[in-house]
C-alpha cells in the first residue's frame, strides 16, 4: 500500500491550528503550499500509532469546522460515524494511491454502493465531497463552502451523519467527506 498519513507532528501542529492556506482556491486539484514535505519513513517519528492519532486529529478538524458551518446556517450539527468513516477513509487512500480525484475511480463501486458496503446500511440519502491539496482543515473546508455543490452538502440540513478520510501522498493530503442520514 502506499506510503500514507506520515506527517510528522510539528508539521500537524501547523495544519491544525490553520498554516497559511491559499484563499480563493478552487475545491479541485489544488496543490498544497504551506506543508513541507515529511521525512523519510522509518524515522523516530514514523509510527503508526502516531500516523493513526494525526489522521484522527485532521478528520476530527474537518467535522469540527464542518458543524461550525452548519450551526452558522441553522442546521443541528452531524455526529461522527464510523461506518461512514470507513467509507471515507477507504476512498481517500485509493484516491491518493491512484494520484487521481474522482467520486468513482475506475473498478470502483459508486460512492453509494462504498458507503452501504462500509456498514452504513438501511440510510434514506448520503453524499460526498472530495478534494486533494489544501494546507489543512481550514483551507478545505473554506474551499468546499465557496462551491456550490460541496456547500449544498455541508448545509443540507436533512443529513444527520458524516465521516471524513484524509491521507498524505506526494506531499498533497487528500480529503473525502462521506454525509448521510438514516
Known amino acids: 500500500m502506499a ?16 498554516a497559511a492556506a491559499p484563499t480563493g482556491a478552487a475545491p479541485a486539484a489544488t496543490q498544497l503550499h504551506s506543508v513541507r514535505t515529511a521525512p523519510t519513513f522509518g524515522g523516530p517519528q514514523d509510527t503508526m500509532p502516531t500516523r493513526l ?18 450551526r452558522a446556517h441553522g442546521c443541528p ?3 461522527s460515524n464510523a461506518y461512514l468513516r470507513k467509507s471515507a477513509r477507504g476512498h481517500t487512500v485509493t484516491m491518493a494511491a491512484k ?3 474522482s467520486h468513482q475511480l475506475p473498478g470502483e463501486p459508486r460512492f453509494t454502493v462504498r458507503i452501504t458496503r462500509a456498514g452504513y ?4 440519502l448520503v453524499a460526498e465531497n472530495v478534494a486533494r491539496g489544501f494546507s489543512g482543515p481550514s483551507a478545505v473546508l473554506r474551499a ?3 462551491s456550490p455543490g460541496h456547500r449544498r452538502n455541508i448545509l443540507n440540513c436533512k443529513l444527520r451523519h458524516i465521516g471524513v478520510g484524509v491521507a498524505l501522498q506526494g506531499g498533497q493530503l487528500w480529503w473525502t467527506q462521506n454525509f448521510g442520514r438514516r
Open 3 to 18: 506510503k500514507l498519513i506520515a506527517i510528522v507532528p510539528s508539521v500537524v501542529l501547523g495544519l491544525v491550528l490553520g
Open 144 to 146: 468546499w463552502m465557496a
Open 77 to 79: 450539527a452531524l455526529k
Open 53 to 70: 492519532l494525526i489522521q484522527s486529529l485532521l478528520e476530527n478538524q474537518v467535522i469540527s469546522l464542518t458543524n461550525v458551518q452548519r
Open 99 to 101: 494520484n487521481k480525484m
Open 121 to 124: 446500511t438501511n440510510w434514506n
